[in-house]
């Protein structure tokens, strides 16, 4: 792939309406790229759409619908994304949420888990045939930086016996995607399709602003003005989705064009099969 032109190219961007969603979708349709964002409401998503469109000069930038913390939708995106499209060169998994007090899906799974990371491993799992036929192909999983000593409670995965914290949830999920990311890398080893992870950077967003409490909302307000824009932060994925140099490269966790260090279980094989027969057993694969 090269960066310079993604003319012909077919990508695939969730949570795409705001934020670093949205500026990676207008790196990837300012190089010529055929992409289409994913959305929860029509409405926001219609109105990035227009922007994108009007920004990048590129008007083959389409619109889905789904929520993804429902497991019926992303099936149903996943049949709309193959009656449109035969190829899909690029899958950014880039939707998230954190949430401060909890809550269950459509499915009777706590959030966090369902949107962080069951829904990009639900969705990657149903489009992987479409990608693997696409072949050179890349899929990329938005996460962020970690401490070192995060790890997954396997035993309590959805908070059920522990005291819920938000922050721990969407720290486990994040861990989560890195997970993922390793084991999906070693089971499409030979088969043309990269894996990576990126950490995105601090940047300019409204994640997380909805379910904080008043004093992080506050605090957010104050660090704002001193963080990047997001479409900084989109450069980093942009960069994992089509550098040249990073052909053939997968099973990393990225930075600034850089490999991150992950927490220690992320490198655990058995953890990373123990998490892949949970997630299956979770979506009904």
């Known amino acids: 792939m090269d960066s310079g032109d993604m003319r012909g190219k077919v990508c695939l961007v969730t949570g795409a309406n705001a934020g670093l969603g949205k500026a990676t979708v207008l790196r990837l349709a300012k190089l010529g790229a055929s992409v289409i964002m994913v959305s929860r409401s029509r409405e926001r998503g219609e109105a990035a759409r227009r922007d994108i469109i009007g920004a990048s000069g590129n008007t083959e930038v389409d619109?889905?619908?789904?929520?993804?913390?429902?497991?019926?939708?992303?099936?149903?995106?996943?049949?709309?994304?193959?009656?449109?499209?035969?190829?899909?060169?690029?899958?950014?998994?880039?939707?998230?949420?954190?949430?401060?007090?909890?809550?269950?899906?459509?499915?009777?799974?706590?959030?966090?888990?369902?949107?962080?990371?069951?829904?990009?491993?639900l969705l990657?799992?149903?489009?992987?045939?479409?990608?693997?036929?696409?072949?050179?192909?890349?899929?990329v999983n938005v996460t962020t930086r970690l401490g070192a000593n995060t790890a997954i409670d396997f035993d309590d995965i959805q908070f059920e016996q522990r005291a819920y914290s938000g922050f721990s949830a969407y720290s486990e999920t994040k861990l989560a995607n890195m997970l993922f990311t390793y084991e999906l890398a070693r089971?499409?080893?030979?088969?043309?399709?990269?894996?990576?992870?990126?950490?995105?950077?601090?940047?300019?967003?409204?994640?997380?602003?909805?379910?904080?409490?008043?004093?992080?909302?506050?605090?957010?307000?104050?660090?704002?003005?001193?963080?990047?824009?997001?479409?900084?932060?989109?450069?980093?994925?942009?960069?994992?989705?089509?550098?040249?140099?990073?052909?053939?490269?997968?099973?990393?966790?990225?930075?600034?064009?850089?490999?991150l260090t992950s927490p220690k279980q992320a490198y655990d094989e058995a953890a990373q099969a123990r998490l892949w027969q949970l997630s299956v057993s979770l979506t009904g694969l």
């Open 187 to 259: 089971r499409l080893q030979g088969t043309g399709v990269t894996v990576n992870c990126v950490h995105p950077g601090v940047f300019r967003s409204n994640f997380g602003s909805e379910g904080m409490p008043p004093v992080m909302r506050i605090l957010n307000v104050v660090v704002r003005p001193f963080m990047a824009e997001a479409a900084r932060a989109a450069e980093r994925v942009v960069y994992a989705a089509t550098a040249p140099e990073l052909a053939g490269v997968s099973g990393q966790y990225l930075g600034n064009r850089q490999p």
């Open 124 to 139: 990657t799992s149903l489009l992987l045939d479409v990608v693997q036929a696409s072949a050179p192909a890349r899929i």
């Open 63 to 121: 619109l889905l619908v789904a929520d993804l913390s429902s497991q019926a939708q992303i099936r149903r995106l996943a049949e709309d994304f193959r009656t449109l499209h035969s190829r899909l060169d690029v899958l950014v998994n880039n939707v998230g949420g954190v949430f401060m007090t909890r809550s269950l899906s459509a499915d009777g799974i706590e959030t966090s888990l369902a949107l962080n990371h069951l829904a990009p491993f």
